[in-house]
């Protein structure tokens, strides 16, 4: 193991989990994440803050989505794709 030569400035990670309809968890962050992510990676092609998928992050909301912003480790919930100016303001 050795440290990466690459680093982002930031990294943003998209919850886009999916559950059942029946889970009591609720259905996941699911397809609300895959909008937010893909208007994430719209707005950050050829920056520093990388943008990636993740499963669970273990904050569930019942709208929106989950993104966590590492290295701060905010995590942002309720997440739309109209917030994105708003999440890559916390990100920078
Ligand atoms: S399903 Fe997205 S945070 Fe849990």
Sequence with gaps: ?????????????V?????TASDPLGGGCGARGEEVFAALKERTRGSSVW???SSC??????RGCTVAIAP???Y????E???VD???SAAR
């Design 1 to 13: 193991m050795k440290p990466s030569p690459y680093r982002p400035h930031a990294q943003l990670l």
């Design 51 to 53: 943008v990636a998928r």
């Design 72 to 74: 701060a480790m905010q």
């Design 81 to 83: 794709p109209a917030d």
């Design 86 to 88: 708003e999440v890559l």
């Design 57 to 62: 992050l273990g904050l569930c909301p019942q």
């Design 76 to 79: 942002l919930i309720e997440v």
């Design 15 to 19: 919850c886009t989990h999916l559950r």
